[in-house]
């Protein structure tokens, strides 16, 4: 290949990557600069311009994309002040959605030999595994867009103080956690009431319990759930956290995702399968969700002890 | 010890910051890319072709330079020279490179802005 054919089929390739408009007219003043400077470096070597030397000037320019983005602004879809927040989210939020596939597989598809769990991995990989990847790209949505807000609109989205402190409580918001929690708990045991009473008797089936479990785990279930009803009770009162509370409240996620660990595998919550199945899908998400937020809170628990006096 | 790896780095990033400056500097009458480049590189301020010579289009771009091709006998080359808004720009980014400047050697020489 001689030298100048080297240089069009570089700037060719820089040219493919330019906006339309700017193609020609770029492509040409690229190849009479690098002609030209290809010339004055043969000229300083005392000998003709061979396919080494040019190619030693066109590598120095960069890879053509390289070179092609430095004539056009940057577009940047995520902040850099994002990129580390945005790979956390996004390895943690594929890692929970792995979890929670890996975990319904093996719910649905027991276990008996090394063939089925081969099966089953198999199918968690197809279907979970790379399905998760929706994860990264809503993140890459929503990261680009706020991104293009910041840009567009700068003092619209400037920061902004918490209304509340670290410690600090909204008794509001709490008071409305303990309210429909306490709803929660009151329709998982009585979903007949959202039915009315013109329903259809499938219907009153489909959402009656297990006799085996009204009688032996849901009284666990309901004193794990109202150790957490006392808790925001205090806190509506004493209006902020405290290192106790902090500390109750870790306890009480773990002795909660244990209680509903017990209660998913020890049998059927619901006497038909297909509302069994949902609800437990439900509680294996808030125990992987609990796990998650008890292991955050305990590791800022252990940093930043001992707590300065709180009044 | 800082490594040479270090240096180098934060010494590109000094250059990095007046590298437009110094390009407006020679543009105030009409030059091509390259005859830029060695122009610069004669002063004293080498700056990479791959740098340059988008930099100029960019600054095209914004209105800060005016461009046009010219043949004088030769190969046909993209000339560049400051546009009215372009040497504004650059008489004031060259007051504020002097008050840098005069900040830095107080700062350099340990004293304190009178």
Same mark, same amino acid.
């Given at each position: 290949?001689?030298?100048?054919?080297?240089? *069009?089929?570089?700037?060719?390739? $820089?040219?493919?990557?330019?906006?339309?408009?700017?193609?020609?007219?770029?492509?040409?003043?690229?190849?009479?600069?690098?002609?030209? *400077?290809?010339?004055?470096?043969?000229?300083?070597?005392?000998?003709?311009?061979?396919?080494?030397? &040019?190619?030693?000037?066109?590598?120095?320019?960069?890879?053509?994309?390289?070179?092609?983005?430095?004539?056009?602004?940057?577009?940047?879809?995520?902040?850099?002040?994002?990129?580390?927040?945005?790979?956390? %989210? &996004?390895?943690? !939020?594929?890692?929970?959605?792995?979890?929670?596939?890996?975990?319904?597989?093996?719910?649905?598809?027991?276990?008996?030999?090394?063939?089925?769990?081969?099966?089953?991995?198999?199918?968690?990989?197809?279907?979970?595994?790379?399905?998760?990847?929706?994860?990264?790209?809503?993140?890459?949505?929503?990261? &680009?867009?706020?991104?293009?807000?910041?840009?567009?609109?700068?003092?619209? $989205?400037?920061?902004?103080?918490?209304?509340?402190?670290?410690?600090?409580?909204?008794?509001?918001?709490?008071?409305?956690?303990?309210?429909?929690?306490?709803?929660?708990?009151?329709?998982?045991?009585?979903?007949?009431?959202?039915? !009315?009473?013109?329903?259809?008797?499938?219907?009153?089936?489909?959402?009656?319990?297990?006799?085996?479990? #009204?009688? =032996?785990?849901?009284?666990?279930?309901?004193?794990?759930?109202?150790?957490?009803?006392?808790? +925001?009770?205090?806190?509506?009162?004493?209006?902020?956290?405290?290192?106790?509370?902090?500390?109750?409240?870790?306890?009480?996620?773990?002795?909660?995702?244990?209680?509903? @660990?017990?209660?998913?595998?020890?049998?059927?919550?619901?006497?038909?399968?297909?509302?069994?199945?949902?609800? /437990?899908?439900?509680?294996?998400?808030?125990?992987?969700? @609990?796990? #998650?937020?008890?292991?955050? /809170?305990?590791?800022?628990? %252990?940093?930043?002890?001992? +707590? #300065?006096?709180?009044? | 010890? $800082?490594?040479?790896?270090?240096?180098? /780095?934060? =010494?590109?990033?000094?250059?990095?910051? $007046?590298?437009?400056?110094?390009?407006?500097?020679?543009?105030?009458?009409?030059? +091509?890319?390259? =005859?830029?480049?060695?122009?610069?590189?004669?002063?004293?301020?080498?700056?990479?072709?791959?740098?340059?010579?988008?930099?100029?289009?960019?600054?095209?771009?914004?209105?800060?330079?005016?461009?046009?091709?010219?043949?004088?006998?030769?190969?046909?080359?993209?000339?560049?020279?400051?546009?009215?808004? @372009?040497? =504004?720009?650059?008489?004031?980014?060259?007051?504020?490179?002097?008050?840098?400047?005069?900040?830095?050697?107080?700062?350099?020489?340990?004293?304190?802005?009178?």
């Amino acid at each position: 290949m001689t030298p100048d054919d080297l240089i *069009q089929n570089y700037v060719d390739d $820089v040219a493919r990557l330019l906006p339309r408009a700017q193609r020609r007219d770029v492509g040409y003043e690229l190849r009479s600069l690098l002609t030209e *400077q290809l010339a004055a470096e043969a000229g300083q070597a005392g000998r003709p311009a061979d396919e080494a030397m &040019a190619t030693a000037l066109v590598l120095g320019y960069g890879r053509p994309a390289e070179t092609a983005a430095r004539y056009r602004q940057p577009l940047i879809l995520i902040d850099p002040a994002d990129s580390h927040r945005f790979v956390r %989210l &996004a390895v943690i !939020g594929v890692a929970v959605i792995w979890v929670l596939g890996l975990l319904d597989t093996f719910m649905r598809h027991p276990i008996a030999s090394a063939g089925d769990l081969l099966t089953a991995l198999g199918q968690w990989w197809t279907g979970i595994g790379v399905g998760a990847l929706w994860w990264p790209g809503v993140l890459v949505a929503g990261f &680009a867009t706020a991104a293009w807000r910041r840009r567009a609109r700068p003092g619209a $989205v400037a920061w902004r103080p918490r209304r509340f402190g670290r410690d600090q409580v909204s008794r509001l918001g709490y008071l409305a956690a303990v309210v429909a929690g306490g709803a929660g708990l009151f329709l998982l045991f009585n979903g007949q009431v959202l039915l !009315g009473s013109q329903a259809a008797p499938e219907a009153y089936r489909a959402l009656a319990m297990d006799e085996g479990f #009204l009688r =032996e785990r849901a009284p666990w279930l309901v004193v794990v759930l109202a150790g957490h009803f006392v808790l +925001y009770a205090v806190l509506i009162v004493r209006g902020r956290w405290q290192p106790l509370t902090r500390r109750i409240e870790i306890a009480l996620t773990l002795a909660a995702c244990a209680v509903f @660990g017990w209660v998913i595998s020890a049998g059927a919550m619901f006497a038909t399968g297909p509302a069994d199945q949902i609800v /437990k899908v439900v509680l294996v998400a808030s125990i992987v969700v @609990g796990l #998650l937020d008890a292991a955050r /809170k305990l590791y800022r628990e %252990l940093r930043t002890a001992p +707590y #300065l006096p709180t009044t | 010890m $800082v490594t040479a790896g270090a240096y180098d /780095k934060l =010494e590109l990033e000094l250059r990095r910051g $007046v590298v437009v400056l110094a390009a407006l500097s020679q543009l105030r009458t009409a030059r +091509y890319g390259y =005859e830029l480049r060695q122009s610069l590189a004669e002063s004293g301020m080498p700056i990479e072709e791959g740098t340059l010579y988008p930099l100029l289009r960019r600054l095209e771009s914004q209105g800060v330079l005016t461009s046009e091709w010219r043949t004088d006998g030769g190969p046909p080359r993209r000339y560049y020279v400051l546009s009215a808004d @372009g040497l =504004e720009l650059c008489q004031r980014l060259t007051a504020s490179w002097r008050g840098l400047n005069d900040t830095m050697d107080l700062l350099l020489k340990g004293g304190e802005r009178p």
